[in-house]
């Protein structure tokens, strides 16, 4: 009596379900060909209600920002005295640097290393004095042994907005090779590569490739284009790129496809 319950219970636990469409098939079938019917349709129900749930798939990881170390930054006070040092009024900032321009002083290239500061002082006379400026135009200045001095001030880590390149002076950073770099003159590698390490720190704050586009919007018609024109420029570009002008010069200029590729590689691209 007890096998015969429990071989019931466990007939019960078997039993399936069978949609009213298939008993309605059934009553229409004879019967060998109900039993298969029967049999196909539970088989069919036993392997959906058993069927494996998918894991959910795993989200992706955002990418990680392509920045490059912060190379060293000779500050203001190396070149600019209390008795060289004009009154001028607070910086001005944007909220990020996209682009760089590259300039060239167009002084003297026969120079000791050592007279770099004098050099960038004697630049910043004649910007805030014969020009009227309020402070010096470029944010960075690169000698030819490759060392790089902090030239506007503001901060070398911020967005600060220079007076290097008319009509482009928002959202972007002036480095000035100083010599003068026409056609023909020699470029030392020392003053690309620190050029490079410069710029593939400065863009790589707000994760630009050097060798990417920027979308710059001109404030000045006295550019290569008119007041509020959107313009896409390389973003590490040449002064003449948005203004009219030969600087840097064709030498330093030939130079720039080499430096953005640098640029890029210290970023990691």
Not at 82 to 111: C, I, M
Not at 121 to 150: K, M, P, S
Not at 188 to 209: N, Q
Not at 215 to 240: D, E, I, K, Q
Request: net charge positive; charged share 20%.
């Amino acid at each position: 009596m007890r096998v015969l319950r429990r071989t019931l219970g466990a007939r019960r636990r078997r039993r399936v379900r069978i949609p009213r469409s298939a008993l309605v098939l059934l009553a229409c079938l004879p019967g060998l060909a109900a039993v298969l019917v029967l049999a196909l349709c539970a088989n069919g129900i036993g392997r959906r209600a058993t069927a494996a749930v998918r894991p959910p798939v795993a989200t992706r990881p955002a990418a990680a920002p392509h920045t490059a170390a912060k190379p060293h930054i000779v500050p203001r006070s190396a070149w600019l005295d209390a008795l060289s040092r004009h009154a001028q009024p607070p910086p001005r900032y944007d909220d990020k640097v996209v682009a760089v321009f590259v300039h060239h002083t167009d002084s003297p290239n026969g120079y000791d290393c050592a007279d770099a500061p004098r050099i960038i002082r004697y630049l910043y006379a004649g910007q805030t004095g014969v020009r009227d400026w309020d402070d010096i135009g470029y944010n960075f200045l690169v000698d030819h042994c490759g060392t790089i001095y902090e030239g506007r001030a503001g901060g070398v880590d911020r967005a600060v907005t220079g007076a290097h390149t008319q009509g482009f002076n928002h959202r972007t950073a002036g480095i000035a090779a100083i010599g003068t770099f026409t056609s023909g003159m020699a470029v030392p590698r020392a003053m690309t590569e620190a050029i490079a390490a410069l710029a593939a720190w400065k863009l790589g704050l707000a994760d630009v490739d050097p060798r990417g586009k920027a979308r710059l919007v001109s404030s000045n018609s006295l550019s290569r284009y008119t007041s509020g024109t959107t313009a896409v420029l390389p973003a590490l570009a040449g002064h003449r790129d948005g203004y009219m002008t030969s600087c840097p010069g064709a030498a330093l200029s030939a130079r720039l496809p080499e430096v953005r590729e640098v640029a890029a590689r210290l970023q990691g691209r």
